[in-house]
């Protein structure tokens, strides 16, 4: 976390930063800066204990190769065959482009206030303290949004990956053997090893969860694309586009599965060469390649499959009591389990930042264990309490993707490069306009349908 000496205030600025009295133009900067050395982030991070570019490519690839990606057949019931492919590849472009603008930004404003990095709250805050005059009241708010907003949307989808692998459990078990249990049981005996998985408080530890993930993840693929094709596939019936009623719904599970922008700031902060990230062959780019892929090529075979029927993870879809289904279904449930710890390190980071001023620092380590123990419970209380996996996706993904993932980097950089920086005719203003219209019509769209089906099952 950066120092508050770094922030300019009207009271006492930082010697080393140039700050023009009007931030409406960023000349008088470029030219104060041109007298020092270039600052590179990369002389200041971690070389013993950073992560390389296969640790970075592996934790980036784990935070989009989440649950989402079997629910990619439903989102294609949601928006048909064609209109489905083509909006997923594009839906895959905003996604990866959005993630990019939001590294730029960060890195540029790294070399600008001279700090090694940014978390994706400071970067927010950065973009407007060195924005346009007027909107630097909102520098707080921003950081403030960004935070909250983090935390919310990787505990909601906490409570999603419990009800994933309480589902998976439940179908296997209940169908193989006599034990008859309902569903809210199986999520809450899920709470156990999230308990225990939830307690790594370093990232660096969790890379070797995260490659076993990966391996299940890319094994389950293939048992999943054996089902797919081992028959042959009709496609006669399935519509080349969806009422427009479901459309809302089939961006939202695309973005919710897709988007993983709360790891991003943080897998590229601990890099220790962080230009790796952008560029090509970048962490970013080959990661969203694979991504985008996957997602098209299991969304659109695993629809034509199973129709209108299929379910919110395509492994619940695979034949009961066969051995390779049940196979596929436990190796996806332990790898999610595997994701949890990834997705908890997020929101915890932040709110321990905020709060462990407030201990003793002799008693930090009791505080954090019952702090991510209640969080844990609470989590699995709420998902007991919704168990309805399909449901559950769509509103994550209405809500709170939309927002951090699209809207928040679209204004961090239309603000950053305000106003004299969008290139001929004002492209990546009317570009980042764009985005934050989509943005705005997937969350009020998605999550105005989610709610009325939630409403209607409760």
């Not at 019931?77 to 930004?105: D, E, M, P």
Request: proline residues 4%; aromatic residues 14%.
């Amino acid at each position: 976390m950066m120092a508050d000496s770094n922030k300019p205030n009207s009271k006492e600025k930082n010697n080393s930063l140039p700050t023009p009295n009007d931030f409406n133009s960023h000349t008088n900067l470029v030219a104060g800066a041109a007298n020092e050395v270039e600052y590179n982030t990369a002389d200041y991070r971690d070389q013993i204990k950073g992560q390389t570019y296969g640790d970075a490519l592996a934790h980036f690839l784990k935070s989009s190769l989440g649950s989402g990606i079997l629910a990619m057949p439903m989102a294609f019931s949601n928006g048909g065959l064609l209109f489905g492919g083509i909006a997923t590849l594009v839906t895959g472009f905003i996604c990866a482009h959005c993630v990019h603008i939001l590294v730029k930004t960060s890195q540029d404003l790294c070399k600008e206030v001279r700090v090694p990095s940014l978390s994706f709250a400071e970067t927010a805050e950065k973009a407007f303290e060195f924005g346009p005059k007027r909107l630097r009241s909102w520098s707080n708010f921003a950081r403030l949004f960004v935070d909250y907003g983090l935390m919310a949307t990787y505990y909601a989808a906490a409570c999603v990956y419990m009800v994933f692998i309480a589902t998976s459990f439940y179908e296997v078990i209940s169908y193989d053997t006599t034990f008859e249990m309902g569903k809210r049981y199986y999520i809450a005996l899920t709470i156990i090893p999230c308990l225990l998985i939830g307690q790594i408080r370093n990232l660096k530890w969790l890379v070797p969860f995260s490659a076993i993930a990966n391996v299940f993840i890319v094994i389950t693929f293939g048992i999943v694309l054996y089902y797919l094709f081992n028959e042959p596939l009709v496609f006669s019936d399935k519509p080349l586009v969806a009422n427009i009623s479901k459309i809302p719904l089939f961006f939202s599970t695309v973005i919710f599965a897709m988007e993983g922008i709360g790891s991003v700031m943080p897998v590229e902060n601990s890099m220790k060469k962080p230009q790796q990230f952008l560029g090509c062959p970048g962490v970013l780019n080959v990661s969203m390649v694979i991504v985008v892929v996957l997602y098209a090529t299991l969304g659109f075979f695993g629809y034509v499959r199973y129709g209108n029927g299929v379910k919110g993870s395509i492994t619940l879809n695979l034949e009961k009591g066969d051995a390779w289904a049940d196979t596929a279904k436990i190796l996806m449930a332990v790898a999610i389990l595997f994701t949890y710890g990834l997705q908890f390190y997020v929101p915890n980071e932040i709110l321990w930042k905020k709060i462990s001023h407030k201990f003793n620092e002799k008693n930090h380590n009791i505080v954090q264990i019952l702090l991510r123990a209640g969080i844990i419970v609470v989590s699995g209380c709420i998902g007991i309490a919704l168990p309805n996996l399909e449901l559950f996706i769509n509103l994550v993904g209405a809500i709170f993707f939309s927002l951090l993932g699209i809207l928040v980097p679209s204004v961090c950089e239309t603000v950053y490069l305000w106003p004299d920086r969008f290139g001929s005719f004002k492209w990546i203003l009317w570009k980042n306009i764009f985005l934050c219209a989509f943005a705005i019509f997937a969350l009020v769209s998605g999550s105005t349908v989610s709610i009325i089906k939630i409403a209607e099952e409760l």
